[in-house]
């Protein structure tokens, strides 16, 4: 939990970045919490590895890009109140397809093609996929675009029309970035000492944290916006929209964007595939498994997936 808490609330704030998406993080937080406990559950009887079903933060990516696009189309249709039940449709049947094409590329034994490609090709790939999650993560941490935020400290520019939270400066939201990449240096250094060296890495930012909030009178460290939602949401709330979407109010020339899904499973399928290829020697296989049979394991995460 120590790990997997902080994780899963980063996810949904990556989710949610848009600030017309900001009121529903407490909802998709937990949505996602679920899916992370269904995921663990499944993982203890799916696939050869011995660890739980981890979330992507390159999906999260996704799906907030997918959100913008469906945010514009509700907009324009002037159904807000149904963008959110839609969404909760949209997010699972874009997993479905990921799970389908997964599992047929593990049945049929398509992924082996990655090994004849270019490691200039898989390098670039990884490393685009590396740029984004860095750009999407330190726009999380500062609160506005990164861009923006260039704009506004070195060129003295609006931001193209960006403003900046309630109460916030550009100098917090610089602290913000400086505190995610000392964080991300830190938990990268501690974690290789001993087997609780990130749980007790974080307990101990944790409690750095609080003691200079306690000392500066709530001034430092600056909070990112998905701190400030004090109390979680019921938790049949997903479960409700979901219902209300199936319901009849699921609009799928609206919420589902066919070039958007494509693209989707196209990064994904690649992305897993290599990491699968590579977790192999790196994670330790269940008890009776001698070596990894890796388009099985290709397999049984599609089939998680769609579970």
């Given amino acids: 939990p120590t790990i997997s808490v902080p994780f899963a609330a980063c996810y949904a704030a990556l989710c949610c970045r848009l600030p017309e998406l900001q009121a529903h993080f407490p909802v998709v937080l937990q949505q996602v919490m679920w899916t992370q406990l269904a995921g663990s559950i499944l993982a203890l009887f799916v696939g050869q590895f011995v660890t739980t079903t981890n979330l992507d933060p390159l999906t999260a990516i996704l799906f907030g890009q997918l959100s913008r696009r469906v945010l514009v189309h509700f907009r324009a249709s002037h159904a807000m109140e149904l963008f959110l039940p839609n969404m909760m449709i949209a997010m699972p049947v874009m997993t479905l397809c990921l799970g389908l094409c997964l599992y047929f590329v593990g ?22 996929s590396g740029l984004l999650i860095l750009q999407e993560s330190l726009s999380l941490a500062a609160g506005v675009e990164m861009w923006d935020l260039l704009k506004m400290t070195f ?4 931001g193209a029309g960006t403003e900046l939270e309630s109460g916030a400066t550009l100098q917090g939201c610089w602290l913000q970035v400086g505190l995610a990449v000392v964080f991300s240096v830190l938990m990268e250094r501690v974690r290789d000492l001993h087997t609780f060296a990130t749980p007790l890495g974080l307990a101990f930012c944790v409690v750095t944290s609080l003691a200079v909030e306690s000392l500066s009178d709530g001034s430092y460290p600056p909070r990112s916006w998905f701190l400030k939602f004090p109390d979680p949401v019921n938790w049949w709330e997903p479960f409700q929209l979901l219902g209300q979407g199936l319901a009849g109010d699921f609009r799928p020339y609206e919420a589902l964007d066919l070039e958007f899904i494509v693209t989707f499973v196209t990064i994904m399928t690649v992305s897993w595939s290599i990491n699968t290829l590579a977790v192999a020697k790196l994670v330790p296989l269940r008890p009776g498994i001698r070596r990894c049979e890796e388009q099985s394991e290709i397999r049984s995460l599609g089939l998680t997936n769609i579970l």
Avoid: I, N
């Fill in 155 to 158: 060129l003295r520019l609006d």
């Fill in 107 to 128: 049945h049929w034994k398509l992924a082996f093609m990655l090994r004849f490609f270019p490691y200039t090709v898989v390098g670039g790939f990884l490393a685009g």
